[in-house]
């Protein structure tokens, strides 16, 4: 099964050709839309979700402030969510307007406690109100710092000294154990986020290329001009021009979500809201990207690709007509499968054994290993002995493809089943 | 330049689909490859281009194993097609590059072949603007086209890089007569510039129009090869054409000859040879029988193809 030097001749031909194609249908510019418009709108909903629970944390809309104090306060300092207003009216009169209907509304005095001789902030909640206990109790102890602030302020106390005299000390007793697994949670729940994230960009990649390229092969099969094609250019480069091609079309994809990504953000900053957990999440797993780390990411994506793609091309070829296409994507969607589920199911684990040898299975490795390396779960010399196996993998593909592509490209009737594979490949090693 | 085909086999498990086929093409000319449906013919093409694993045997060109390298191919498969999505001009544009045949020399050779093939309307569409003027259009589809005018692209597709050795396979099958003249003045310019042409048509008319030698393989084997007129020359003069005056059968049955089609005093007769003919002749001029046509010639293509392979299949 010596190869061919000049199997590859013509791939630049075939890339430029189907990468054209692509650009040239609207149904491109319709996907790569989508995929800008479902990035933007997921991480919008989620953020507006947030902020929306963010708001509806408390029941509270109105809070009446009377300051029988002498110390001059700020409404503007309660919490942004209330609106908060100081009232002349009486207590009496404050409470009657709760009583009437005002459900989301706290009234808090400002008044001197005649047993302590110090100042003193009540929550009063109407007969009907909605609001908790706890959270009047929370608005209440707003308005006490409040008058903390304007009593250091009436001493000509500057901000900065009031705030470095104003810092809550808290305390609290805690175990060894409650410690470790303090530190633990913050590690693993980054962990977490950047290796689901890394697993979800990854799959997405697969499972678009793989499609795209089981597609182009069919449609290439079926519009019967294969042999025509075959007089002009090997087997090999044929396959080689699609997946090229069929990968600059998926990065064209992830390039628009991340312009999505980015658009969201400034609609966030536009409407003062976060950036939202989804950027967030992803923002954690770049965290870790520098050069080396780009590079890791690099070649384990361009050797799980090649793969992928290569299996998504032999599957495309055992067709004959394009209703087949759905079912020749699974082979390919079922291994990236059992490595999506591998990332997802093992994000929250810390460095071990088993992740070092998830790190070295073919088709796996590109879900975990990369992700790891920039955590720094495993060393280069786990990712780089991943590479080579999935190099490994990746060449015998390739010669594979080179033994049989042709000879699936020109058969015709039932889809071809894998001992029919191995046969055409003993039949290529004659040849 | 020589195209040697030596002992080419190829074997689909226990199966023989194609058994030690040989052939030469020692100098420019058109070799056609016949034989039933199944009989191995685009196999055997297959293998000779390198499309298909063979189990034996080789293909040289000028004593070379012939590849696309060293040899510039042009080949009109059987079966055929197009992307149907894609614009003709995209796909030409294409085809040409692959073959090495780029930008304006590209351009060139499309519109000499698009003007020869008389497809410059799909390939060269105009549209109206508001203003009544008329501008280029991008080039239809391929799906937008008939099946004989997607054939004639084909063709294109396999004559864009001039190619030294063309092979045709059933070249003619589905055009319509006006398209069938058009193909075949196509095909005897390329014999007059001195091509090899390899030819596979169940067309047995179209054969002996063009082909000097030929081979017919029945499942799998070479059943009969040579010189076309050899071949023919070896059956001798035996197809009598016979037309007279009046009723002659009875006379022509008691000469020993087969009688094939009669009517109307005009007959279609199997002799066994130039003798026999010539005693039929002396006999009807004896009974003062007028012999408006007596036409004795070799069998022809068709009749040496049913002969050697049983019938030919109709539905090819």
Known sequence: MKMRENALAGTGKVFRFSLQQYFKSAATYVMLGIMM??????????????????????????????????????????????????????????????????????AIRIAMDGETGMWKATAYTGEKSEVTQGEAQNLAACCAALVEEARYAALGVSPMQMGIALA???????????????????????????????????????????????????????????????????????????????????????????????????????????????????????????????????????????????????????????????????????????????????????????????????????????????????????????????????????????????????????????????????????? | MSLIVKDLTKKYGEKTVVDHLSFAMEKPGVYALLGTNGAGKTTSIRMMLGMLARDGGETLWNGEELSLEKCNVGYLAEERGLYPKYTLMDQLKYFASLRGVEGAEAAKRIRYWSERLEVGEYLYPEKTTRQGRKVPAPSLKADQLSKGNQQKIQLMMALISDPELLILDEPLSGLDPVNTDLFKGIIREEISKGKYLIMSSHQMPTVEEFCTDITILDRSKTVLQGNLNDIKKGYGRVNLKL??????GETVRASGATILTEKENEYQIKVRGEEQAMALLRELTAQNVTVVTFDLQEP??????VEKVGSVDENA
């Not at chain 1, 944390?57 to 700020?74: C, F, H, M, Q």
């Not at chain 2, 022809?300 to 193809?305: G, M, N, Q």
């Open chain 1, 37 to 106: 418009l479902g990035a933007a709108g997921s991480v919008l909903m989620m953020s507006l979700g947030m902020s929306r629970g963010e708001e509806m944390g408390s029941d509270a809309k109105t809070v009446y402030i009377l300051n029988e104090s002498p110390y001059a306060i700020d409404p503007a300092g309660m919490p942004e969510y209330v609106q908060a207003a100081l009232t002349e009216e009486s207590m009496e009169d404050a409470l009657q307007r709760l009583d009437k209907g005002e459900t989301d509304g706290v």
């Open chain 1, 168 to 431: 809550p000390v808290s305390t609290s007793v805690e175990s060894e154990e409650d410690y470790r697994a303090e530190e633990d949670e913050d590690d693993q729940s980054a962990r977490q986020v950047g290796g689901s994230a890394y697993s979800i960009l990854i799959f997405m990649l697969v499972s678009f290329s793989t499609s795209f390229i089981v597609r182009a092969v069919v449609q290439e099969k079926s519009s019967k001009l294969v042999e025509l094609l075959m007089v002009s250019v090997k087997p090999l480069a044929l396959i080689t021009g699609k997946i090229l091609a069929a990968m600059c079309l998926v990065v064209a994809g992830m390039l628009c979500s991340g312009l999505g990504l980015v658009l969201a953000r400034t609609v966030m900053k536009l409407l003062g809201k976060g950036s939202g957990m989804a950027t967030a999440g992803l923002g954690s797993l770049l965290q870790g990207l520098n050069g080396p780390g780009v590079l890791a990411v690099l070649v384990s994506v361009l050797l799980g690709y090649v793969s992928y793609a290569i299996i998504a091309g032999i599957s495309g070829a055992c067709c004959s007509t394009e209703t087949e296409s759905d079912s020749a994507s699974s082979g390919a969607m079922l291994i990236s499968m059992v490595g999506y589920m591998a990332g997802m199911a093992t994000a929250w684990m810390k460095a071990g054994t088993a992740i070092r040898v998830l790190c070295l299975i073919p088709f796996v490795s590109v879900y975990i290993a990369p992700s790891r390396f920039l955590m720094g779960d495993i060393g280069f010399g786990w990712l780089a002995l991943g590479w080579l196996l999935q190099a490994l993998v990746a060449l015998l593909l390739v010669k594979l493809c080179a033994a049989v592509y042709g000879a699936l490209m020109i058969h015709k009737g039932e889809r071809v089943k894998p001992k029919q594979i191995l046969a055409m490949m003993k039949g290529g090693a004659k040849a």
């Open chain 2, 243 to 248: 037309k007279t005056d009046r009723d002659v």
């Open chain 2, 300 to 305: 022809s293509l068709h009749e040496i193809f």
